[in-house]
């Protein structure tokens, strides 16, 4: 079956580092998306990933391992703008998107 | 406009009725696509439309149809509202199908009694 797993909701301190884990079980794998979604707002595009390795854009990077079917979003020097649901999404073998239920991430001051 | 549309912003239905949400893209972009968001669950995938003339059922189509009889216009039908179908409901449209950004409506929130 096609199952992608991400926590729930996570917590950081401004200024800091925060990785977000995705994994995903499904064959015909044909890439890893993450978009950001603010509270009442669209998603929006972050990154996409189809070979193994980091990606970096800016203060977020995205990070993918086809063998273990992991995924992860780093962001950096975190802003309280940064604060948001970050979704996971994988392209499957029809070429649709399989969502995550998204990870909430809370920043502090 | 510029990007993606959606009317209205929010609905609240009595069960039993008929429905159309609508969706206006202006960059023609081939593929378009339907999805509801429920608190706990991801996007989940209503209806798509790789080109105009041609739609596609995705994960929970009961219930919903769709149309494109062109390239900038995809509607969302309920043909009798149920309360299950209460949830909100973003367009999303890409260049084309498959290994493209999406990009999302601003979401109609609908609520059926």
């Known amino acids: 079956g096609q199952n992608i797993d991400q926590p729930t909701e996570m917590t950081a301190t401004e200024g800091a580092i925060v990785q977000i884990n995705c994994t995903y079980q499904?064959?015909?794998?044909?890439?890893l998306f993450w978009y950001q979604q603010h509270a009442g707002e669209a998603p929006t595009f972050l990154s996409y990933?189809?070979l193994d390795g980091l990606e970096e854009k800016g203060r977020f990077s995205s990070f993918l391992s086809r063998s273990k079917g992991y995924s992860y979003l780093l962001l950096k020097e975190l802003q309280m703008k940064d604060s948001a649901s970050y979704l996971c999404?994988?392209?499957?073998?029809?070429?649709?998107?399989?969502w995550g239920a998204g990870t909430k991430l809370i920043i502090k001051p | 406009i510029a990007g993606i549309t959606q009317a209205p912003t929010s609905q609240i239905l009595a069960a039993g009725r008929r429905m159309t949400l609508r969706c206006t893209q202006d960059?023609?972009?081939?593929?378009m696509y339907w999805y509801r968001q429920d608190l706990g669950l991801g996007l989940r995938l209503i209806h798509y439309?790789?080109?105009?003339?041609?739609?596609g059922k995705g994960e929970v189509p009961d219930g919903y149809s769709v149309s494109r009889a062109n390239t900038d216009d995809f509607p969302l039908t309920l043909a009798s509202a149920v309360p299950s179908q209460t949830s909100v409901y973003f367009c999303?449209?890409?260049?084309?199908?498959?290994?493209?950004?999406?990009?999302f409506g601003p979401g109609t929130r609908l609520t059926v009694l």
């Open positions: 999303a449209s890409s260049e084309e199908a498959g290994v493209h950004e999406q990009f």
């Open positions: 990933n189809v």
């Open positions: 499904t064959s015909g794998f044909n890439g």
């Open positions: 960059m023609r972009h081939n593929a």
């Open positions: 439309s790789n080109t105009a003339g041609t739609t």
């Open positions: 999404a994988e392209l499957d073998s029809n070429y649709q998107l399989i």
